[in-house]
């Protein structure tokens, strides 16, 4: 049989039956996810009326906008969505100058993460910083080895999410499984604020 008679033979039921099952399969998967999202940003079916602590970002940006490359060179974006294959949730600190309120997020998405317990490797950790003090550099490999330093592609610069402004204010910005930069966080936020966002999201999401 050709390539014509097999196409041939490929039913239109045949066709709607694997769309279906596609359909299917992508439901299973990234429905939970999806419709855990619905119910934390609005609250519905949640008599608690769960609020976030961290600052909304609206509409969700998302992360490959910000044009940034891991340390492997490889564009950030090609770890989040459908096609990834270990889809993650990310907190990225993300400052201009590092000076002290900087620091303070780098040491604070650090003690979240391992707060975390036995769903830290759920979370990664970035960074994306302009410029980094001598004295943070020499204790960088001692105190921040497993946060990955990220770079922006190229000579391009990085499009901030709407409100994030590095080279103002030092922020965590969170990244859930999909790419989608969600909530950002500053000094003002206390680690439990991130720590209760976190355990809630993680509870409800199951992808990444």
Not at 96 to 124: H, P, S, W
Request: proline share 7%; net charge negative.
């Amino acid at each position: 049989m050709d390539q014509n008679e097999k196409e041939e033979s490929i039913s239109p039921e045949k066709v709607r039956r694997g769309r279906r099952t596609a359909l299917l399969l992508f439901a299973i998967g990234f429905g939970p996810m999806i419709f855990a999202t619905i119910m934390y940003y609005t609250g519905w079916m949640n008599p608690t009326g769960h609020s976030n602590n961290g600052e909304l970002i609206q509409p969700p940006a998302p992360v490959s906008q910000m044009q940034m490359e891991g340390a492997d060179g490889q564009p950030l974006a090609d770890r989040f969505g459908p096609e990834a294959s270990d889809p993650e949730w990310m907190m990225m600190v993300v400052s201009g100058d590092c000076t002290a309120n900087c620091e303070e997020l780098l040491y604070r998405a650090r003690q979240v993460n391992i707060a975390l317990g036995k769903n830290a490797n759920r979370v990664n950790r970035s960074a994306w910083l302009g410029s980094v003090p001598e004295d943070l550099s020499a204790r960088w490999d001692d105190e921040y080895r497993s946060m990955e330093r990220l770079t922006v592609s190229g000579d391009r610069s990085p499009q901030w999410p709407a409100g994030i402004t590095p080279d103002q204010e030092p922020r965590i910005l969170l990244v859930d499984p999909f790419g989608n930069v969600i909530l950002h966080y500053g000094t003002e936020h206390t680690g439990k604020d991130m720590l209760k966002d976190l355990k809630h999201l993680l509870k409800l999401s199951q992808i990444g």
